[in-house]
């Protein structure tokens, strides 16, 4: 199975300020077949099912405000969030679709300073 | 654009089974592989099984199978998830899942408690 690994497993930051979320694979997700990294990125705040934010690494989901921007290739990934609102409390996670049997990094707790 | 809509789920004695079901609805649904993510209380997200649109091939985790049997109804437009001999550790909210040009849609979850 391909392992994901998120850094950090918290993160506190202050309102309008900057969040970076970095996300390792085992393996590289980018296809030679279409030049496109399996990778998406997710918000989930409790209760709820996770919410796709960003998909082939870097694309935004319809409706995802553009704080919102994912970067990277291969088997190195971010996800940044420009300027955080409060709204933007919640865990995330990056997935790996590459596999049928997807993987998820363990999550990101990001919360406001 | 895609709908999955979870049931089935409910409090069951360790031991004992349960019959997942995912009704999808607005996309040609036996085009698609259907996958199932589990998630523990407080825990993070855990693929479960899978089954392709292709030829029925399944895929489970390591920590179900032989305890587990995913199927699918392309006629009802429907996967089941079959779970037996539950145990403790079964225990977490249950998704279905698909992707769809590099788009992956989720349903809303049904919760699994095993528990005595």
């Known amino acids: 199975d391909i392992v994901m690994t998120q850094s950090p497993d918290s993160l506190a930051v202050s309102l309008g300020e900057r969040a970076t979320i970095t996300c390792k694979s085992s393996h590289s997700v980018l296809s030679s077949s279409n030049n496109k990294n399996y990778l998406g990125w997710y918000q989930q705040k409790p209760g709820q099912p996770p919410k796709l934010l960003i998909y082939?690494?870097?694309t935004r989901e319809s409706g995802v405000p553009d704080r919102f921007s994912g970067s990277g290739s291969g088997t190195d990934f971010i996800l940044t969030i420009s300027s955080l609102q409060a709204e933007d409390v919640a865990v995330y996670y990056c997935q790996q679709y590459y596999t049928t049997s997807w993987t998820f990094g363990q999550g990101t707790k990001v919360e406001v300073k | 654009e895609v709908h999955l809509l979870e049931s089935g789920g409910g409090l069951v004695q360790p031991g004992g089974s349960l019959r997942l079901s995912c009704a999808a609805s607005r996309f040609a649904f036996s085009d698609y592989t259907i996958t199932w993510v589990r998630q523990a209380p407080g825990q993070g997200l855990e693929w479960v099984s899978a089954i392709s649109r292709i030829d029925d091939i399944r895929y489970y985790a390591d920590s179900v199978k032989g305890r587990f049997t995913v199927s699918r109804d392309n006629s009802k437009n429907i996967v089941y998830l079959q779970m037996n001999t539950l145990r403790a550790e079964d225990t977490a909210v249950y998704y279905c899942?698909?992707?769809?040009?590099?788009?992956?849609?989720w349903g809303q979850g049904t919760l699994v408690t095993v528990s005595s």
């Open positions: 082939w690494a870097s």
């Open positions: 899942a698909t992707d769809s040009r590099g788009v992956v849609y």
